[in-house]
């Protein structure tokens, strides 16, 4: 943890590089001392169908979900939150100048106690 | 809000328009006092690899999971799932007729002061 | 239920067969007496942008999520997950064995309530 999981309509990468939006999220993940650096992943998806609001062929969506593990202060979580949203904003600023565009982010707090990991990164990074 | 988001093996384009069963979803979605209709994303996404059941080859899925905001009354969410599986259902009838199958929907409830949006879309559909 | 549902960086296909990954999951999934047969669902998903950790061009990961119906003891849920992630280390040591890999579980429990199925696998496969 944490886990950045982006899902976006497929017509969004005729004007929008969502590697930088991924990139802009990574920033704000990386700067936060909530988040251990080799915890971080960061991942877009494209979806092969989608409908977004009225249907309109100009209407696009971004969606994120960051899932962190339990336990940490509410209060932390949505101050990350925020930064990480309002990131995300500037990177998407021209869609989000339109009306055809609908931007989102939920995070998702997961039982530790039901989860396990194996991060090799994690000894190389210990090392600087 | 609502989120859809659908999962499916690759194999059933072959035989079915998943934009049709996006569609069929949709339509409910869209008729529903409970979504708004600029909150509405359906999504759809084929795995790059799968195994179904026992493995037969002519097994497919189509696994869907509706996002909403925690607060509604659990009754009136089962009646929204009920009516959205049943046109998923009737938009799936032939593969559902086949021993080979399976569909799934679950709802989950998405904790609103961890959820953060940004909806142009809903401007421009509220001057309707 | 149970659906295992896999992610990982598009890189990682160029020295890991991911269906062979898929195949050590659902061999450890068909064994257990948690799950029945007719309900598994293991499907993985290449990302189509991802940044992990501290962003080396080497970094890959693989992250899974394991949905189950909510009503199972803990304790054996947390079994069926270590049995579960051990497979896949085993299927994933190569990468593991490096420093630029990362591999995570976690277990996900649905509410029965609000969870719909129609799975005519089920008819076919009670029949043995």
């Keep these: 943890m ?19 939006v991924c990139r802009a999220a990574w920033e704000v993940m990386k700067e936060s001392e909530l988040f251990p650096l080799a915890g971080i992943r960061v991942r877009a998806f494209a979806a092969d169908h989608c409908i977004v609001a009225d249907d309109h062929p100009d209407n696009d969506f971004v969606a994120m979900t960051l899932s962190v593990g339990a336990g940490r202060e509410k209060a932390a979580l949505k101050a990350a939150g925020e930064r990480l949203f309002s990131a995300v904003q500037d990177a998407l600023a021209a869609p989000l100048a339109t009306t055809h565009f609908a931007l989102s982010l939920e995070i998702r707090e ?12 994690h000894s190389r990074l210990s090392q600087h």
Excluded at 6 to 14: A, C, F
Excluded at 110 to 121: E, M, N, V
């Design 2 to 20: 944490p886990h950045l999981h982006i899902e976006y309509s497929p017509n969004l990468e005729r004007y929008v590089a969502v590697q930088d």
């Design 110 to 121: 997961i039982d530790a106690a039901l989860g396990w990991k194996d991060t090799p990164i």
